[in-house]
């Protein structure tokens, strides 16, 4: 692909990102609106993504990457150990999901279905900074699993997960002591 064609790409993918920013509705973007904020015809949407599905999950993928890099790069959590900095990545994670429901549904139905392992990828760099040595890579990819895990259930249905809990993620002081709970009962395994 040459740069013209990245390019375009990045910028069709930029404007789905806009519109998911825009909308609370998942199903009322259309492939024709990207097209037409994009000033790009349908055809080259179809062409490099495929569906309108697709360039979403790419579009959202990147939004839930780009706040994990954001963070971790953050000043304003600078100060905290690495501890603190997951349970405050998880904390701003849990604040999108509850945000953005019928997206969160979405992309996690999307990414289960379709195997996409990135997300967790993207805790190892926190979780080395916690265990050091203590684990191999192995063993960071289990624990960033069964962190994700929990947002992956809650995202895709609140309402189940408050029925095997008694958690309700909606509420910030119910989620926030889950969270800790959470990450507490990893740390000390």
Known sequence: MNTKEQATQQLIIDTAK???EET??????????????????IGLINYHFKSKDNLLSIAIGD??????????????????DPIEKLRELLKELYTLSDKK???????LSRDIMSGN??????????LKQIFGNKKDDMGLRILALQILYPIQVTGL??????????IDVSDKE?????IDNLINNLIKS
């Open 18 to 20: 806009a519109l998911l």
């Open 24 to 41: 609370e509705d998942i199903d009322k973007i259309t492939v024709r609106q990207i097209a037409q904020r994009a000033d790009v015809g």
């Open 63 to 80: 939004t839930m990457a780009n706040i994990i890099l954001n963070f971790s790069k953050s000043d304003n959590y600078a100060e905290l």
């Open 101 to 107: 429901d019928n997206i969160m549904r979405f992309i």
């Open 117 to 126: 392992m990135q997300t967790p990828l993207h805790l190892i760099p926190l």
């Open 157 to 166: 249905n609140r309402d189940a997960f408050y029925m095997y809990s008694g």
């Open 174 to 178: 119910q989620r926030n002591r889950f």
